[in-house]
């Protein structure tokens, strides 16, 4: 190949300078927002199935599951995991900004829904204060056992259930700051669009010149 050839070297500037991945998304992709954005669906979907079992054995009333917060939690995660999805997929500039929003509001309702369920469980305990009344009334050791066993197993069974919604909030949490994080790295900026320049030196060979006769 004649690289001093016009030809040549207008064809090898093509090829340099082809447009390669822009750097902000670059930037969007290290975030692993496809990795992420299914976590957060997952983690949707748990909390939707989880709140809903909850909800009907609610019996000793968790204050985080009278204010039905895994299901409105839940839908947030999804929507969020479902447009990280997509703009990993078709990365526009829409797509990204809206993975970003929605990301920063269920990091803040991950938030409140933490503070939520912090104070239901220290409120309940591990134990609950149904099975505390066990005893009143009555100094029969088979009544009160058996109403421990009546009171105390579903409740346990119940806190431990708030407990796994509790670290996926808490999971949830994190994914989301994440997301968010590369997010605004990817569309926080005024430009998106980058220029490469490429110089070249002309390297023709060139005869010496003649003497004087």
């Known amino acids: ?15 340099i300078t082809r447009p390669s991945m822009p750097r902000p998304l670059k930037t969007f ?14 983690t949707g979907v748990l909390e939707i199935a989880f709140g809903t079992v909850l909800s009907l054995l609610n019996s000793h009333h968790f204050d985080a599951i009278d204010c039905q917060t895994p299901h409105w939690t839940g839908i947030m995660y999804i929507i969020s995991g479902s447009l990280s999805v997509a703009a990993a997929k078709n990365p526009k500039i829409l797509l990204v900004k809206g993975a970003l929003a929605m990301n920063i509001i269920s990091a803040v309702a991950a938030g409140i829904a933490i503070v939520i369920f912090s104070f239901s469980m220290t409120d309940q305990g591990p134990t609950g204060k149904a099975a505390s009344g066990c005893g009143y009334g009555s100094n029969d050791t088979a009544v009160i056992q058996a109403c421990h066993e009546a009171t105390t197993i579903p409740y346990a069974i119940m806190y431990n259930t708030a407990a796994v919604l509790f670290m996926l909030t808490i999971v949830e949490f994190v994914i989301a700051i994440i997301s968010a994080a590369f997010g605004c790295a990817s569309v926080c900026r005024d430009s998106y669009s980058e220029t490469t320049i490429v110089i070249y030196q002309n390297t023709a060979e060139t005869s010496p010149p003649l003497p004087d006769a």
Do not use: W
């Not at 004649?2 to 090829?15: E, G, M, W, Y």
């Open 1 to 15: 190949m004649d690289q001093r050839n016009p030809a040549t070297l207008a064809s090898i500037s093509k090829a």
């Open 29 to 42: 992709y290290r975030g692993e927002p496809m990795a992420l954005g299914i976590t957060q669906l997952l």
